[in-house]
């Protein structure tokens, strides 16, 4: 396929620090990604659906990092919900939270969550994870090549 | 703690020369690691069947490496019945396959593989991913521990 469609990754965080950390560590790969910042959970839903819909400033995400303690509908509220979702649920999902209880990891990866990264306190170290997420998703990994959603490729016949 | 511990890699896969190579990877690697192998979906259900029993030399897997085309049931239907298992849905599944069909990949998305990566051609690529996989997976991903629960080696814990 196209390997010219640029890589999307939406981010679902309402810490503006956290924020920036992504954006910068991002910013510091060589693999061009186009980050998208949800500052909550419904955000990140609107995001989605207006991604479904076509719209073209709402690019389809090859990945979702996903923050857990989040005001209003939680990470792991939104986990639930997407993953139930037929056009959603091929997204896959990591959790990026400064939780690292047993109960939470159980749980993330038990509602289908593909990694769960506990956020480092050092900006380096952020940006060491980050580098070898990216690596793992988008270099090694084929999941950056499927950009087409899922009613996309029943439209289209599939390949 | 965890750090030191051995982590267990189930590897699903029929072709005996990728068994080799994974291993091969594998052994290389700075994280201590069990590989299990399996030559196929019935094999390694069989093989989970035996973990969840309790069984020593069936340690439950931390990771499991799926390949797609193989005889019997093959790789996707047996993705989709582990993770419909509750027992064994937090394991991670990478896919590692020679498949990059927009099917093959959004099909295995969909049935929530955690990763999926096309087989390399050269043994210093798969060293290269295997190293990836595994820091991604052990260094970076916290991960559940399958042996905190009472089947891990307590012999008088009774077993369905």
Redesign the interface.
Known sequence: ?NLEIPFNMLLVEDDPGDQKLVKSALSAQDVKINLHIASCAEDALKYLQLSENGDVDCPWPNLIVLDLNMPGMGGKEFLTYI?AEKAL????VVILTTS?S?AD??EC??M?A?????KPGKPAEFRD?VR??I???F?????A??H?Q?NE?EKVG?? | MYEFEEVVILLVEDDLGDQKLVAKALAKERIANKLRITSSGEEALQYLDRSKAGDKDSPMPDLILLDLNMPGIGGQEFLRLL?SD?EL??I?VVILTTS????D??ES??L?A?????KPGSLEAFH??MH??T???F???????HD?GCKKRDTTCSVG
């Open positions: 396929m993953k649920c091929s997204i896959p690292d047993e990891i159980k990866y038990g289908y593909a990694g769960y990264i506990q994870i070898n997420m690596t793992y998703w270099t090694d990994g084929l999941s090549k499927h087409l899922a490729l599939g390949k | 993770k509750h849905t937090t991670p990059d069909s927009d099917r990949i959004l998305f969909k929530q955690s990763g999926y990566i096309k290269q991913i990836d996989v820091d991604y997976w260094v970076i991903c916290k991960r559940v521990h905190s």
